[in-house]
């Protein structure tokens, strides 16, 4: 069975952000992972445009009801018109969350992760604090390559649970 | 852009829809459609190991949390943890539906691709009647040869309508 | 704690059904129960007109996102943006199910409360058949006094079911 | 029309909390606002006690299928079945946010409700960084009173939106 790791990311990121995430979407496709996303611009279009590259498979959850709004490099594209409803299926078809830079959508996957009990992991995105200390919910990773790394371990250990 | 085609079906149907539903499968594989389905048994494993051996992609829209519950024909399986609210993805992510046997799930894709402007084509499914009468509601096929193609021209007219 | 009846029906229905839909709200708020609803015109306007003139509550489970489309005779207005997935939530809210009237829309909550176990009660609506032979899924009222006394009746049941 | 507030709190929140998320439901109701909430226990039964306390009505958004497991200060009580999902539903169904305390879940609320463009107020609740630099993203009101006039302030501007 496939490792299914989900990555979320802006539409509109900051520039910096989109080699990254092409390289995150290139290490997820040779190690076999398929790459599960938003379908959309930006870090989306990124994320996927590495894993075909390298050979990968990509699919899209879009938020509208129109597959033609999908980026062009999906393997499979799934219009499901519910908006940002689809940020929680995103989370429920993914074994590892990589959460790549900032974007309020991007948050509430992060957020709706943790609460599931999915791994997440952090590339260039969000702290979080309470009472103004930092919380460290989940790991930052410090470059595309280790994200990949730490998503499809943390992934395999969660499959594998009994 | 490939056609995705949605298969309704019951997990537990009549003996006899088995094969239909395999001989569907393997019709849409052969004509590049993509199938998407409930990705659980009876009609639904029938359909996927049609379209897998004829060399097609199949996707399931799992009902629970577990991927593990998808069934072994699955080129990609997405756990929803919607329960019966995936039957409005199902719908969603199709450009045209073939419904195979009874069953109220099916019925209920039956409806909701109705009520949603998506094309739908009997397999030995349900009729409908209104103050007795019957109602035509849509076109039923005499066999999964025909139903397969009667669903594929009804997606391309759909996905070129202006 | 109240019981709460979905009420499924047309925006858009025969003229003959408004009275109809209006007696049964009037019946299920003098029984003390809560209306459910999608929150739209025709049918759902009159049935809730019904229950708030018996001095009933009435829920619309609206399929957009702005509050200002539910009819006014609603005591809560719950915009979704689920669009026709909101009639799963109809259907997850109710403790029976009355289906007046046609319509794709009232079909698929027919069918999805029969698959979720809801007691379902029909009045001048939807009939099936499987191979051309009737189906009688559900108990057809003669008239909304009955379909109310049905569903409360079936609700009261399904309440109590340990 | 009334207005809806919605309040986001953890099932097991700081002991703290309670009498603030009491205190909140009081304020709302006593303005005549609707509160919607997940429906479940902790910061959600304080602020529906303080509500209905006022005389005010609660709506509580139930994440399983099952209406018995609503907390008792609710005037209408709606099992969704979506797990998780239903936190979407709450933003939805909302014309501001009061976030109160820590969790994951509501975390999930602030993001959603930050993305879909509602008016989010915090309440002794999480603080978010870019880059180790702070980012104010909704206003934190440092008292329940203050949480309340801010979310119903809010609220009324962002109707009154043409």
């Given at each position: 069975m496939s490792v299914y790791i989900g990555v979320a990311g802006a539409s509109e990121p900051d520039a910096s952000l989109i080699p990254m995430a092409e390289t995150?979407?290139?290490?997820?496709?040779?190690?076999?992972a398929i790459v599960v996303c938003g379908g959309g611009l930006g870090v989306m279009t990124a994320v996927c445009r590495g894993a075909q590259a390298a050979g990968g498979r990509t699919v899209g959850l879009l938020p509208g009801g129109d597959r033609a709004s999908g980026n062009p490099y999906l393997s499979v594209a799934l219009p499901t018109g519910l908006g940002e409803g689809r940020n929680v299926l995103l989370v429920r078809a993914s074994d590892a969350l990589v959460a790549v830079g900032g974007g309020f959508g991007t948050l509430s996957e992060i957020a709706l992760g943790l609460r599931m009990g999915l791994p997440v992991i952090g590339l260039a995105t969000w702290g979080l604090t309470l009472s103004g200390e930092p919380v460290e919910a989940f790991p930052i990773a410090q470059s595309p390559e280790q994200a990949s790394r730490l998503a499809l371990d943390a992934a395999k250990r969660s499959i594998n649970r009994p």
């Open positions: 995150l979407g290139r290490c997820l496709a040779e190690a076999g």
